[in-house]
């Protein structure tokens, strides 16, 4: 079975931090491009940061520049967004996903992903 599970969502206050993890089973993310998006009541997914397979090229979001990273550990197969110095306009759905093709470029639309979490609700307050 093919499946990403999220942790590490939550509410804070702005100015603060988060660490979101995504861990894979049936598949291994090693050499997967992998992505974080979220979605607002009402609104489209959007990208926030994606990296390709091996880790050579990333995006990110011009609103998240400078504030978030992604990185993975593929000894644990988990991938993760450090979430820091969060903004009232960062409360989302956030979702990690993965997606299986060789090119080294970091996609970051939802239609180049085939494998989705389940998504977990960050909050942030002012």
């Known amino acids: 079975q093919v499946q990403l599970v999220e942790s590490g969502g939550g509410s804070v206050q702005a100015g603060g931090s988060l660490r979101l993890a995504c861990t894979a089973s049936?598949?291994?993310?090693?050499?997967?491009?992998v992505g974080w998006f979220r979605q607002a009541p009402g609104e489209e997914r959007e990208g926030v940061t994606c990296?390709?397979?091996?880790?050579?090229?990333?995006y990110y979001a011009a609103f998240v520049q400078g504030r978030f990273t992604i990185s993975q550990d593929n000894t644990k197969n988990t991938a993760y967004l450090e979430m820091n110095s969060l903004k009232p306009d960062d409360t989302s759905m956030y979702y990690c996903?993965?997606?299986?093709?060789?090119?080294?470029?970091?996609?970051?639309?939802?239609?180049?992903?085939?494998?989705w979490g389940q998504g977990t609700q960050v909050t942030v307050s002012s």
């Open positions: 996903a993965a997606a299986g093709d060789d090119i080294d470029s970091p996609f970051c639309t939802p239609k180049y992903y085939t494998h």
């Open positions: 049936g598949f291994t993310l090693r050499n997967m491009r």
């Open positions: 990296i390709a397979a091996g880790g050579r090229a990333s």
